[in-house]
T-cell receptor, first 113, second 113 residues
């Protein structure tokens, strides 16, 4: 049984560009949450998707947007990249809109130059 | 706003010594608390989940306690091994209509052989 799958694992972008990160949840899970983890910090909540709707959003600007598809996979889009967006982006999947037994993917390391 | 603090930020011990990692949180209205392990540049692996009604949870050499009223949790790792070297993060899952996990910045553990 595949766990949470994120792609790509690493990417490098230039300031001002746009990026799309992808997440496939663990089989049987219907809820996807995205987190940003800067070096040496704990993960910070970006938003959660449940039933294809953005259910809750953290303190991130509108440059960060997302989507959840009918198969529960999700995308995170970041526009107008800034150097400060360089971080590890983590996807967590769970069931029923809850965080109980949340499973995390291996993350996407984004470097903005 | 929930604030989660982990002390110490880093810890280095000889192999065989017991580890004690601390986590404190400011809002006691929690649903559960989770401890995660993170290897460098990788995702999060769930270690233990303690429901708000529980006082402790055990898995092998790991034991986590929860004192909700005082806003504290402690992770004990018995007889540490070099393979235990990693960053340990605690995360609070709030009760009510708040769906984000609030993380501490982690404790980085080095177990010397």
């Amino acid at each position: 049984d595949a766990g949470v799958t994120q792609s790509p694992t690493h990417l490098i972008k230039t300031r001002g560009q746009q990026v799309t990160l992808r997440c496939s949840p663990k089989s049987g899970h219907d809820t996807v949450s995205w987190y940003q983890q800067a070096l040496g910090q704990g993960p910070q909540f970006i938003f959660q998707y449940y039933e294809e709707e953005e259910r809750q959003r953290g303190n991130f600007p509108d440059r960060f947007s997302g989507h959840q598809f009918p198969n529960y996979s999700s995308e995170l889009n970041v526009n107008a990249l800034l150097l400060g967006d360089s971080a590890l982006y983590l996807c967590a999947s769970s069931f029923g809109g809850m965080n109980t037994e949340a499973f995390f993917g291996q993350g996407t390391r984004l470097t903005v130059v | 706003k929930q604030e989660v603090t982990q002390i110490p930020a880093a810890l280095s011990v000889p192999e065989g010594e017991n580890l004690v990692l601390n986590c404190s949180f400011t809002d006691s209205a929690i649903y559960n608390l989770q401890w995660f392990r993170q290897d460098p540049g990788k995702g999060l692996t769930s270690l233990l989940l303690i429901q708000s009604s529980q006082r402790e949870q055990t898995s092998g050499r790991l034991n986590a306690s929860l004192d909700k009223s005082s806003g504290r949790s402690t992770l004990y790792i018995a007889a540490s091994q070099p393979g235990d070297s990693a960053t340990y993060l605690c995360a609070v899952d709030p009760s009510g209509n708040d769906y984000k996990l609030s993380f501490g910045a982690g404790t980085t553990v080095t177990v010397r052989a």
